[in-house]
């Protein structure tokens, strides 16, 4: 990315965090302690995992069951030296690990986001939805991440209702019968949406939603649903960056469960997800 875009891109993400703290939407101090590179014989090493967690054996058998080789998520700390230790005991007992703090849980929360887009052979181009301009080379991507989340959308519903008020009668001599009473709630939807998220070499992130980017510079090869564009841009991206790791493993909502544990939930901690596989897959575990 050249300098002046990279220099916009770092603003615009303090300026996201600073808006978060702002709205009181911040995430709790979290730092995420997490397993990886589990091998096919790693139930075998529940006893282990359990003395290191203070848990039961089935507790930890449970977290080793998780299809894959991880990451997986044992244990959640409000601060960062328990985290730490756990690491250090756990990498001692044969585990790898990784400790997600929540600056980078909160940098994932302001990635910024595509409106539009233009893809070649060597660059990736994009234009974010606050009117940013951006490009990175193909070969600087190191994380293609495809998954599936929930948009969430609050509005407030008032309802007035008139009924007979035989108080208000005698108050009013009979000239009013009625009284009128308003209710005002909030109602809360979601609407399951897929998103890429992309990372470059240079700490950018760049997130695509498939309901908001415009697929207009895909030209003829525009396809009849958004479905199909969205999973043709994530095809090409993956051809045209072929030194970037690429997982999907968030499409599903089993997927996402079995990453973030029995704690988190995956409606509303998909960044907490996203940010771990990343980091694991761009090979950083140690960074924390």
């Known amino acids: 990315m050249r300098g002046s875009a990279a220099a916009a891109y770092f603003l615009h993400k303090f300026f996201m965090l600073l ?3 702002l709205n009181g939407k911040s995430y709790s101090v979290m730092h995420v302690v997490a397993i990886y590179g589990l091998k096919e014989d790693k139930e075998s090493r529940a006893g282990i995992l359990a003395r290191s967690l203070g848990v039961t054996e089935l507790e930890a058998l449970s977290r080793l069951r998780a299809p894959g080789s991880g990451p997986v998520i044992v244990r959640i700390f409000a601060d960062r030296d328990p985290a730490g230790r756990l690491a250090g005991q756990l990498e001692s007992g044969g585990f790898h690990t990784v400790v997600l703090g929540s600056a980078e849980i909160e940098a994932e929360a302001g990635r910024l986001m595509a409106r539009r887009f233009a893809l070649d052979a060597q660059q990736l181009q994009v234009g974010s939805t606050d009117g940013g301009k951006f490009a990175v080379a193909c070969r600087d991507i190191e994380v293609i991440l495809r998954g599936t989340g ?8 008032t309802t007035k209702k008139r009924s007979l008020s035989l108080g208000m009668a005698v108050l ?16 809360t939807t979601g609407e399951r949406e897929g998103f890429l998220a992309v990372y470059a070499g240079d700490g950018s992130i760049f997130d695509f939603r498939e309901n908001l980017v415009s697929f207009e510079s895909l030209g003829p090869q525009m396809k009849q649903s958004r479905s199909e564009n969205f999973s043709y841009l994530a095809a090409e991206l993956r051809r045209r960056c072929p030194g970037a790791a690429y997982d999907e493993r968030l499409l599903s909502r089993a997927g996402q469960a079995a990453l973030l544990g029995p704690t988190l939930s995956p409606e509303k901690h998909i960044d907490v997800a996203t940010a ?3 980091k694991v897959l761009r090979g950083r575990p140690g960074r924390h």
Request: net charge positive; proline share 0%; glycine share 6%.
């Open 19 to 21: 808006r978060y703290d």
């Open 150 to 157: 929930i948009t969430t959308r609050t509005e407030t519903e």
């Open 276 to 278: 771990l596989l990343a």
């Open 172 to 187: 009013t001599g009979g000239l009013i019968m009625t009284k009128t009473t308003k209710t005002v709630r909030e109602i």
